[in-house]
Structure formats: C-alpha cells, structure tokens
C-alpha cells in the first residue's frame, strides 16, 4: 500500500521564477493538503482541496496556487519566488471523514526548496 | 501569540527515563487533538490521536485538559528511538487545517 509520495525531493530555484510540487496521496485517500514548513517551526497550512476545488485556504498570498486532479493527485505552484519562500513543503492526504469522526493527514517525504 | 505553544527544549534524557511534554492552545473552539512525531529532515507522522478521556498506546501517554487548554505527551522508559521532535497539533471543528506548535526536541542519551 504506497504511501504519499511527493516529487521532485529537493529543488534549487532563483529569485522570481516559477515552480510547481507534486504530490500523490495514500491509496483510498480524496482530499490533499499542502504545508510549509520552514526551519525550526511547525509546518503552516496553505490550502486544502478536495473535489478538485480548494476547500480552505490559510494566511498565503495568491501566488500560492494549486490543483486537483481527477485521481485525487494534486500540485502546488508557486510564483515570483522570494528567499522567504525556502522550505520543506509537505503534502497531506486524508479521506474525507463523516460529520463527528477526526480526519487523520498523512504527510509525504516533502520536497526541499531553497531560493537563491 | 502563536495558537499552539510549546517548549522548544531540547530535553536530554537517559535511556530508560520517562519525560513529559506539555502543550497549550489558545482557541478554545478546538476539537482534534494530535502528537506527531517528526525526526531530523523527515516528515511529521502521526503518533497518536489524544481523546477527553486520556488515552494510551504502550510507552506513550496522552492527557487533554479542556478547562486548562492543555495538552500533555508522558513518554516512560525511553528509548535512543525516542529522540525526534514532538508536535503538538490541534484542529477546531469547523475548519480542514492542522495548526502545529513549533515542537519540542527529544534527546535519548545511552
């Protein structure tokens, strides 16, 4: 039963240039969710989709975007890269849980960004 | 004020110690409380749900103190196994998010 995977592992980009992180969630799992997680603090939600539509959004500016796709695979894209945008960026996926239960996030291995 | 507070340590132990990690959140409209356990430059994985009525899985031992906002973590007779960073997690009800605390580092001696 494969686990979340996320690609590529690491990444070295520049200053205002574009990326794009991808992430396949845990088999049976619907609903992906994206975090940032930069050295020595927890990791800090972006954006949760689920139905190919983002269903919550956290305190990230719009160049943080994502997508949805129809095998519930997701990616997480990122413009005009600034320093502060160096982190872990962690995928979650989880099944959308019935009104009352917990929905329990796995995390994939992350990929590392490092903006020079 | 950050939602999830917690002592970033580091606390050094001896194998075979038991050691308490303690948490406090600030919105009271949490609902889902988790430890995740985090080792060095690998992903936070779950190590356990927390429930009203405590709750335990083998060595581990999570207590919620609603009235107080605050959440504890009693791992007895560690193991070099044991070191990691502990998180500290909350989810309210109404919302899809984890809010994590900074972590508190654990270090196992032999």
């Known amino acids: 039963d494969a686990g979340v995977t996320q690609s590529p592992t690491h990444l070295i980009k520049t200053r205002g240039q574009q990326v794009t992180l991808r992430c396949s969630p845990k088999?049976?799992?619907?609903?992906v969710s994206w975090y940032q997680q930069a050295l020595g603090q927890g990791p800090q939600f972006i954006f949760q989709?689920?139905?190919?539509?983002?269903?919550q959004r956290g305190n990230f500016p719009d160049r943080f975007s994502g997508h949805q796709f129809p095998n519930y695979s997701s990616e997480l894209n990122v413009n005009a890269l600034l320093l502060g945008d160096s982190a872990l960026y962690l995928c979650a996926s989880s099944l959308v849980a019935l009104a009352g239960d917990q929905e329990t996030q796995y995390f994939g291995p992350g990929t590392r960004l490092l903006v020079l | 004020r950050k939602e999830v507070e917690q002592d970033p340590g580091p606390f050094n132990v001896p194998e075979g110690a038991t050691v308490a990690f303690n948490c406090t959140y600030s919105n009271s409209a949490s609902q889902s409380f988790f430890w995740y356990r985090q080792d060095c430059r690998k992903e936070p994985k779950l190590l356990m749900s927390v429930y009203s009525s405590g709750n335990e899985d083998g060595r581990f031992t999570a207590q919620l103190n609603r009235a107080s906002q605050y959440i504890s973590l009693l791992i007895r007779d560690s193991k070099l196994s044991d070191s990691a960073t502990y998180l500290c997690v909350v989810n309210r009800g109404s919302s899809y998010k984890l809010i994590f605390g900074s972590g508190t580092r654990l270090l196992v001696r032999p």
């Open positions: 088999s049976g799992h619907d609903t």
């Open positions: 989709y689920y139905e190919e539509e983002e269903r």
